[in-house]
C-alpha cells in the first residue's frame, strides 16, 4: 500500500514569494492533515479535511495562508506572501476517518523562508 | 495550558540501559485517543501506539511498552534495553473533542532520546 507522498520535499524561497505544498493521502482515506512543525517542536495542525471539507482549521493564518481538498483526495496548501518565521517542514497526514484515528504522516515538506 | 506535556525535552542514555518517556495529558473528555509516534533523523513521523480512554491495559511490543494511568492522565513509554537505533524524538499526542464533534489531534513538544554505542 502505498504511503503519503507529498511534494515538493525542499524549497527555498524569499520572504514575500509564494508558495504551494501538495500531498496525496493513502488511498481510501477520508481524512487528512496539513501541519506545521518548527525546529525543535512539535507539529502544529493547521487544518484538518473530512472528504473536501475543513474539518478545523482553527490555527490556520488565513491572511496568509490557504488550503483546498476539491475532489476529496489530493490537497495543495499554499503561502502568499512567505514570511521568515514560515520556515518550517510541512507535514501532511491522513486517516481513515476522523474519529480519534490512527494519522499515517508523508516525509514532508522543508521549507527555507530567506 | 498545554494539552500535551513531555517535560522531558532530551534524554541521553548508553545502549542496553532501559529508558522512560512521560507524557503527561489535560483533557475534559471522557471518551479520548491517545498516540506515541516515533521522528527519526529523517523527518518522517512513525506510528507506535495508538490507545483509547477506555483502554487502560498496559501493551508489550518487543522492547517497547505503554503505561497508560487515567487516574494521573499519563500515557508513558519505556524502551527496554535501547539500542543507537531508538535515536530519536519521540511524541505523544491526544485526540479529543472539539466544538463542532470532531475529535482534533494535539501534539506535545517531542523527546529527544539519544542512545550512545
Known amino acids: 500500500e502505498a504511503g503519503v507522498a507529498q511534494s515538493p520535499r525542499y524549497k527555498i524561497i524569499e520572504k514575500r514569494q509564494s508558495v504551494a505544498f501538495w500531498c496525496n493521502p493513502i488511498?481510501?482515506?477520508?481524512?487528512l492533515y496539513w501541519y506545521q512543525q518548527i525546529l525543535g517542536q512539535g507539529p502544529k495542525l493547521l487544518i484538518q479535511f473530512q472528504n473536501n471539507g475543513v474539518v478545523d482549521d482553527s490555527q490556520l493564518p488565513k491572511d496568509r495562508f490557504s488550503a483546498e481538498r476539491l475532489k476529496g483526495v489530493d490537497s495543495t496548501l499554499k503561502i502568499q506572501p512567505a514570511k521568515l518565521e514560515d520556515s518550517a517542514v510541512y507535514l501532511c497526514?491522513?486517516?481513515?476517518?476522523?474519529?480519534?484515528?490512527?494519522?499515517?504522516f508523508g516525509p514532508g515538506t522543508r521549507l527555507l523562508v530567506l | 495550558a498545554q494539552k500535551v506535556t513531555q517535560a522531558q525535552t532530551e534524554i541521553s542514555v548508553v545502549e542496553k540501559e532501559d529508558v522512560t518517556l512521560d507524557c503527561v495529558y489535560e483533557t475534559r473528555d471522557t471518551t479520548y485517543y491517545l498516540f506515541w509516534y516515533k521522528q527519526p533523523p529523517s523527518g518522517e513521523l512513525v506510528f507506535l501506539i495508538r490507545?483509547?480512554?477506555?483502554?487502560?491495559q498496559n501493551e508489550i511490543s518487543g522492547r517497547y511498552s505503554w503505561n497508560f494511568q487515567k487516574s494521573t492522565s499519563s500515557f508513558n513509554f519505556t524502551i527496554t534495553a535501547s539500542q543507537v537505533v531508538d535515536s530519536a524524538v519521540y511524541f505523544c499526542?491526544?485526540?479529543?473533542?472539539?466544538?463542532?464533534?470532531?475529535?482534533?489531534?494535539?501534539f506535545g513538544r517531542g523527546t529527544s532520546l539519544i542512545v550512545h554505542p
Open positions: 499526542a491526544l485526540s479529543d473533542l472539539k466544538s463542532g464533534g470532531s475529535y482534533i489531534p494535539t
Open positions: 490507545r483509547n480512554s477506555f483502554d487502560e
Open positions: 497526514a491522513s486517516s481513515l476517518f476522523v474519529s480519534g484515528e490512527t494519522q499515517y
Open positions: 488511498s481510501g482515506h477520508a481524512t
